[in-house]
Protein backbone atom coordinates (compact mmCIF):
# COMPACT_ATOMS: atom_id res chain seq x y z
CA UNK A 1 0.00 0.00 0.00
CA UNK A 2 1.07 3.61 -1.17
CA UNK A 3 0.61 6.22 1.72
CA UNK A 4 -0.93 9.16 0.81
CA UNK A 5 -1.26 12.48 2.06
CA UNK A 6 -4.22 14.55 0.37
CA UNK A 7 -5.02 16.84 3.37
CA UNK A 8 -1.13 17.91 3.97
CA UNK A 9 -0.06 21.36 5.11
CA UNK A 10 2.16 23.62 2.91
CA UNK A 11 4.35 23.40 5.73
CA UNK A 12 4.46 19.47 5.69
CA UNK A 13 5.14 19.66 1.75
CA UNK A 14 7.73 21.90 1.68
CA UNK A 15 9.98 19.28 3.96
CA UNK A 16 8.96 16.22 2.10
CA UNK A 17 9.18 17.17 -1.91
CA UNK A 18 9.96 13.86 -2.75
CA UNK A 19 6.56 12.62 -1.89
CA UNK A 20 4.62 15.42 -3.68
CA UNK A 21 6.48 15.52 -6.91
CA UNK A 22 4.77 16.57 -9.96
CA UNK A 23 2.16 13.54 -10.90
CA UNK A 24 2.22 11.89 -7.47
CA UNK A 25 -1.28 13.44 -6.09
CA UNK A 26 0.58 13.00 -2.19
CA UNK A 27 1.92 9.29 -2.56
CA UNK A 28 5.47 8.21 -1.85
CA UNK A 29 7.46 7.86 -4.60
CA UNK A 30 9.96 4.78 -4.91
CA UNK A 31 12.12 5.83 -6.84
CA UNK A 32 12.30 9.84 -6.91
CA UNK A 33 12.44 11.59 -10.57
CA UNK A 34 16.25 12.02 -11.70
CA UNK A 35 17.25 15.40 -11.92
CA UNK A 36 17.99 17.21 -15.34
CA UNK A 37 21.85 16.46 -15.64
CA UNK A 38 24.40 19.70 -15.70
CA UNK A 39 26.11 20.79 -18.67
CA UNK A 40 29.72 19.58 -16.74
CA UNK A 41 27.64 16.16 -16.38
CA UNK A 42 27.03 16.15 -20.08
CA UNK A 43 30.40 16.92 -20.77
CA UNK A 44 31.75 14.14 -18.86
CA UNK A 45 29.27 11.37 -20.06
CA UNK A 46 30.69 12.84 -23.91
CA UNK A 47 34.03 12.17 -22.76
CA UNK A 48 33.29 8.91 -21.63
CA UNK A 49 31.54 8.08 -24.48
CA UNK A 50 34.81 9.44 -26.85
CA UNK A 51 36.90 7.43 -24.93
CA UNK A 52 34.82 4.47 -25.37
CA UNK A 53 34.91 5.01 -28.97
CA UNK A 54 38.35 5.47 -29.31
CA UNK A 55 38.89 1.93 -28.04
CA UNK A 56 36.52 0.07 -30.21
CA UNK A 57 37.90 1.70 -32.82
CA UNK A 58 41.46 0.79 -32.47
CA UNK A 59 40.48 -2.54 -32.33
CA UNK A 60 39.23 -2.27 -36.27
CA UNK A 61 35.10 -1.53 -34.95
CA UNK A 62 32.60 0.88 -36.92
CA UNK A 63 30.77 2.59 -34.53
CA UNK A 64 27.70 4.67 -34.94
CA UNK A 65 26.69 7.36 -32.77
CA UNK A 66 24.67 10.47 -32.99
CA UNK A 67 25.79 14.05 -31.68
CA UNK A 68 25.15 14.97 -28.41
CA UNK A 69 25.79 18.76 -29.17
CA UNK A 70 22.49 18.70 -31.79
CA UNK A 71 19.32 17.69 -31.69
CA UNK A 72 18.87 13.97 -32.72
CA UNK A 73 17.29 12.62 -36.01
CA UNK A 74 17.32 9.60 -34.73
CA UNK A 75 14.24 7.11 -32.54
CA UNK A 76 14.11 8.90 -29.12
CA UNK A 77 15.43 6.45 -26.96
CA UNK A 78 17.97 5.12 -29.17
CA UNK A 79 21.33 3.63 -27.15
CA UNK A 80 24.44 6.22 -27.92
CA UNK A 81 26.49 3.77 -29.59
CA UNK A 82 25.86 1.32 -32.36
CA UNK A 83 28.54 -1.39 -33.63
CA UNK A 84 28.78 -5.56 -34.38
CA UNK A 85 31.09 -7.97 -32.86
CA UNK A 86 31.64 -10.68 -35.59
CA UNK A 87 28.07 -10.26 -36.64
CA UNK A 88 26.39 -9.19 -33.43
CA UNK A 89 24.67 -6.30 -33.45
CA UNK A 90 25.75 -4.64 -30.09
CA UNK A 91 24.54 -1.31 -28.11
CA UNK A 92 25.73 1.06 -25.11
CA UNK A 93 24.22 3.23 -23.36
CA UNK A 94 26.80 4.99 -21.80
CA UNK A 95 25.65 6.49 -18.39
CA UNK A 96 28.17 8.44 -15.75
CA UNK A 97 28.40 6.31 -12.41
CA UNK A 98 25.03 6.26 -10.54
CA UNK A 99 22.68 7.38 -13.49
CA UNK A 100 20.22 4.80 -14.69
CA UNK A 101 19.40 5.27 -18.28
CA UNK A 102 15.15 6.90 -19.21
CA UNK A 103 12.23 5.17 -19.50
CA UNK A 104 12.23 5.70 -23.38
CA UNK A 105 15.98 4.56 -23.54
CA UNK A 106 15.19 1.24 -21.54
CA UNK A 107 11.85 0.78 -23.54
CA UNK A 108 14.03 0.80 -27.07
CA UNK A 109 16.77 -1.45 -25.41
CA UNK A 110 13.82 -3.95 -24.32
CA UNK A 111 12.38 -3.89 -28.04
CA UNK A 112 16.41 -4.10 -29.89
CA UNK A 113 17.13 -7.24 -27.21
CA UNK A 114 13.87 -9.03 -28.47
CA UNK A 115 15.07 -8.27 -32.04
CA UNK A 116 18.59 -9.98 -31.19
CA UNK A 117 20.61 -6.99 -30.36
CA UNK A 118 22.67 -6.98 -27.01
CA UNK A 119 22.25 -4.35 -25.21
CA UNK A 120 24.46 -2.85 -22.55
CA UNK A 121 24.38 -0.06 -20.01
CA UNK A 122 28.39 1.15 -19.45
CA UNK A 123 29.70 3.10 -16.72
CA UNK A 124 33.08 2.80 -17.33
CA UNK A 125 35.45 2.87 -19.64
CA UNK A 126 36.65 -0.48 -17.94
CA UNK A 127 33.34 -1.99 -18.10
CA UNK A 128 32.99 -1.17 -22.01
CA UNK A 129 36.56 -2.78 -22.59
CA UNK A 130 35.61 -6.16 -20.45
CA UNK A 131 32.31 -5.99 -22.26
CA UNK A 132 33.80 -5.99 -25.56
CA UNK A 133 36.28 -8.38 -24.79
CA UNK A 134 33.84 -11.05 -23.40
CA UNK A 135 31.87 -10.20 -26.75
CA UNK A 136 34.52 -11.14 -28.76
CA UNK A 137 35.57 -14.25 -26.80
CA UNK A 138 31.91 -15.44 -26.95
CA UNK A 139 31.92 -15.21 -30.50
CA UNK A 140 34.74 -16.93 -31.11
CA UNK A 141 33.82 -20.12 -29.67
Request: charged share 25%; glycine share 6%; aromatic share 8%.
Amino acid sequence: MIPEFPNASESFKRKNPQIFADGTLGQVLLEPKEREPTKEEIKSEKQLQEQIVGFLERNGTVVIRSRMDRKTSINVGTPDLLFAVRTRAVAFEVKLPGKKPTEEQHKMMLQMTGNGWACFIVHSYDQAVELFESLIAAANL
